[in-house]
Each structure stands twice: as structure tokens, then as C-alpha cells.
């Protein structure tokens, strides 16, 4: 699933910590309490702690054991420090999110109610820390998790290039050959030069050199005749 996810299962004492997906070597990369979220234009929640893994960034509300979101790198397509008081009255970290959804069934904001059905339509957040300082820092810790989590390369692409490799080799062959062909097909494929084109320039180069031979008899002749007299 892609986009935002609610969280409701912790582990560890007091207001916990989000599970962690050890065997396939996600780490715990950040830690930062007191900080609040933002989804869409819908109000702050109230202040939590945020956990940044190798794989995702996870909220958990410190007040309600039962609330939390996350959201994978994979599907977070921008991520930005914020600092205009127009945009957000607090400096934040404004991030993007794919959510897979076509854009007219997404929204930035949802009315207040179901929390888990509105998630997959929310397309922003903001994370805003209590010390404004810190969000340099939460900027650069996701860059660093962003380039441990590329996008992946679908199956298709890497089947198109293996063709495409295998028609620049047919091609290739095809050039060292192309003499042989010209000579066995008088039809030529499209990019080549049409075969009556050729005829007629060969018929056109012919007359030229008959005129030019016959040219060169009169010389000879009036040369010729030119010996006998004295």
C-alpha cells in the first residue's frame, strides 16, 4: 500500500516504538520528540514523537498509545524545509506524497471522521519540531534515507532495454551487410533511396557517357583527316 498508514501497534514501554522490519535491515536512523504533524490543511496534532528509519518516517502521539502514521520513503516524491510564515506559521518540514490515487479523488485536506479511510487521499504533511532548529537536520537525515531507498526499476524497462540492445546488435549486423542487400533486392526499406530514382540516374549517366563517346569519335575523325592533307 502506498501513501500515509495509521499505526496503532507499538512496542517497547511507555508510549513505545513503531515495529521495526529487522529482517530485511531496516534501522532506526532518528529520533525526535516533540514533534507535532500536520495532514493536508487539517490542524496540528497534538505533539508526538517522530522516527525516521532507513525505510519509513513514523509519527506516534504521545498522549494516545492508539495513534500513529507512516509513510515510506518510496512513496514520498518531495520533501523541503519550510520557513514562510505564509505557507505555515511555524518552520516545518513540508513533504509530498504519492498515494497512487488519480489527482481528482486526492485531496490535500478531509473532514474530520474516519481517520484510516481519509489517509490514502492525503497528498502533504508537515512535520513540525518544538526546538525550529532541528529542521535542518530532519531535512538532511531525509535526504540520506531518500538515497537508501531509490525508486525501483520496473520489470518492463529492464526487458525494453534488453530488446533494444538486442536491436542495436541486429542493426549492426544489418549495416555490414546492407551492400549484399542493395544488390540482391531492388526494393530498398524505407530511409533508403528508391530504386527508380537509381535507374534513372544510371540511364541519365549513361547518355552523358555515350554523348561524350561519340564526342570523342568526331575528334579522332577530324584528326584523323587532318593527317592526310599536306
Known amino acids: 500500500m502506498s501513501g500515509l498508514k495509521f499505526v496503532a501497534e ?18 532506526l536512523m532518528h529520533v525526535q520528540p516533540g514533534t507535532a504533524i500536520v495532514l493536508g ?4 496534532e497534538s505533539p508526538g514523537t517522530l522516527y525516521i528509519t532507513s525505510k519509513q518516517v513514523v509519527w506516534l502521539s504521545d498522549t494516545d498509545r492508539g495513534k500513529g502514521y507512516a509513510v515510506d520513503f518510496l512513496s514520498v516524491s518531495l520533501h523541503a524545509v519550510s520557513r514562510d510564515p505564509e505557507a505555515y506559521r511555524d518552520p516545518c518540514l513540508y513533504a509530498q506524497i504519492d498515494n497512487g490515487v488519480e489527482d481528482d479523488e486526492s485531496e490535500g485536506s478531509c473532514d474530520e471522521g474516519d481517520v484510516s479511510s481519509d489517509l490514502s487521499r492525503i497528498t502533504e504533511l508537515r512535520l513540525v519540531p518544538s526546538d525550529p532548529s532541528q529542521v535542518d537536520t530532519l531535512f538532511q537525515i531525509f535526504c540520506d534515507c531518500a538515497e537508501l531507498n531509490p525508486e525501483p526499476i520496473e520489470e518492463e524497462e529492464e526487458e525494453h532495454n534488453w530488446i533494444f540492445s538486442a536491436d542495436q546488435l541486429e542493426n549492426q549486423e544489418a549495416e555490414e551487410d546492407s551492400e549484399w542487400l542493395i544488390s540482391q533486392n531492388s526494393t530498398h526499406p524505407i ?10 540516374h544510371n540511364v541519365l549517366q549513361l547518355q ?23
Open 10 to 27: 507499538r512496542t517497547g514501554d511507555g508510549a513505545g516504538q513503531p515495529f521495526l522490519d529487522t529482517d530485511n535491515g531496516e534501522e
Open 41 to 44: 490543511s487539517r490542524p496540528p
Open 191 to 200: 530511409g533508403h533511396s528508391n530504386g527508380d530514382h537509381d535507374l534513372a
Open 208 to 230: 552523358i557517357n555515350d554523348q561524350r563517346f561519340e564526342d570523342a569519335e568526331e575528334m579522332d575523325s577530324d584528326s584523323k583527316n587532318g593527317h592526310h592533307h599536306p
